[in-house]
C-alpha cells in the first residue's frame, strides 16, 4: 500500500487548510487511516484517525474542535481539513493506515506511512 499525501501549504494564523491522502496498491487491506505530525525538533505525535467505517473518529487535545477527519472509501482517500489554524500546528504531516478496521491504541504504530507534507502557520 501507497499513502500518497497532498493539500499541504503556508497560511497564516487562523486560517484553513485541508488535507487529503490517497491510498493506492493494495487498498484492500486498508483499515483504519489518521495523521500524525512532526515539528522541527520535536517527536512525531499523533493528531487524528478514523475507523474503516467512518462510524469513530479520534482527536488529540490540541486539535478538538479545530479539525475534523473524514474518509471516503469509494476513493480510498482520507481528508484532513483543519481550521483556526494556528503556529503551534506547523509540522509535516503523515498519513498513516492499519490493516484492521479500527483504530489501534496509542503508541501503536501504523502498518502503513506516507510521505508527508509540510504545513506552516505564520502569526
Known amino acids: 500500500v501507497q499513502l500518497q499525501a497532498s493539500g499541504g501549504g503556508s497560511v497564516q494564523a487562523g486560517g484553513s487548510l485541508r488535507l487529503s491522502c490517497v491510498a493506492s496498491?493494495?487498498?484492500?487491506?486498508?483499515?483504519?487511516m489518521g495523521w500524525f505530525r512532526q515539528a522541527p525538533g520535536k517527536e512525531r505525535e499523533f493528531v487524528s484517525a478514523?475507523?474503516?467505517?467512518?462510524?469513530?473518529?479520534y482527536y488529540a487535545d490540541s486539535v478538538k474542535g479545530r479539525f475534523t477527519i473524514s474518509r471516503d472509501n469509494a476513493k480510498n482517500t482520507v481528508y484532513l481539513q483543519m481550521n483556526s489554524l494556528k503556529p503551534e500546528d506547523t509540522a509535516v504531516y503523515y498519513c498513516?493506515?492499519?490493516?484492521?478496521?479500527?483504530?489501534?491504541?496509542?503508541?501503536?504504530?501504523?502498518?502503513?506511512w506516507g510521505q508527508g507534507t509540510q504545513v506552516t502557520v505564520s502569526s
Open positions: 498513516v493506515a492499519d490493516r484492521s478496521r479500527v483504530v489501534p491504541a496509542i503508541g501503536y504504530d501504523y502498518d502503513y
Open positions: 496498491g493494495r487498498t484492500f487491506s486498508v483499515g483504519a
Open positions: 478514523i475507523t474503516w467505517s467512518g462510524a469513530s473518529t
